[in-house]
């Protein structure tokens, strides 16, 4: 699993992350509290680029917090930029503060947070398949991925693999439902088996495959894919 630091910028991994130390002014420390979580649940809800928000009270002073966040990259924090919370930031700082100290915001070298985030997304992909929503291949893939498919001699790109996913989903029995069922992760490939079952009039249907992702910035570039049917 080790990608190692010095080639990280090359393979695409560019995680972007943010250390600040907050003081809040006197009897504002759970109003300020308060903003942080919720702040944090939007992250969680909306913003698929943002990998953590994190927030600990500093053990020597009082009303004081350290807080951590982290961004796929400089794209995903501009989606952050964008949502409620954080328009409503200066006038945070402001009512609720004496002030903000930026300890770092810059680049990560390396962080497994990356792999974790694609992981997640990998999950994703397989619940759109089971929720019978091919749509969020948009948030699995990169939007020039080229997706190599057994049977097939040229690669074909996101907007005909939708397609043909959806079309294969319609025909499929609606208790069918999708699993992965082993990973491996090799810097930033990853390979992972999937099993669909379910049954169609009492006779019993299993479909399985192999996947190959070579994956950056989050997301899938190329996909290799090989699909076994199985009655």
């Keep these: 699993m080790g990608m190692k630091s010095e080639n990280l910028k090359s393979k695409g991994a560019s995680m972007f992350g943010i250390l600040f130390r907050v003081k809040a002014k006197p009897g504002k420390y759970q109003e300020l509290i308060d903003f942080l979580n919720w702040d944090g649940d939007v992250c969680r809800d909306l913003e698929l680029g943002t990998l953590r928000f994190d927030f600990y009270f500093d053990p020597n002073e009082k009303d004081t917090l350290y807080v951590y966040e982290a961004y796929r990259d400089k794209n995903a924090f501009e989606e952050h930029q964008r949502n409620e919370p954080y328009q409503k930031w200066e006038d945070i700082v402001r009512d609720l503060t ?17 792999i974790m985030n694609v992981i997640e997304y990998e ?29 097939r001699e040229e690669p074909i790109c996101l907007k005909k693999f939708k397609e043909i996913v959806e079309e294969d989903i319609k025909g499929l029995p609606a208790n069918m439902k999708f699993e992965i069922k082993d990973e491996i992760i090799s810097g930033n490939k990853f390979a992972y088996r999937w099993e669909a079952k379910g049954s169609d009039l009492g006779k019993s249907i299993r479909h399985e495959g192999l996947i190959i992702d070579h994956v950056a910035n989050g997301k899938v570039i190329e996909r290799w894919e090989k699909l076994e049917e199985f009655d």
Excluded at 129 to 150: G, Q, W
């Design 98 to 114: 004496v002030g903000v100290r930026v300890l770092f915001r810059c680049d990560a070298l390396w962080s497994p947070l990356v």
């Design 123 to 151: 999950a994703r992909w397989i619940s759109g398949l089971n929720r019978r929503n091919v749509s969020v291949a948009d948030e699995v893939f990169d939007p020039d991925c080229k997706i190599y498919i057994t049977g």
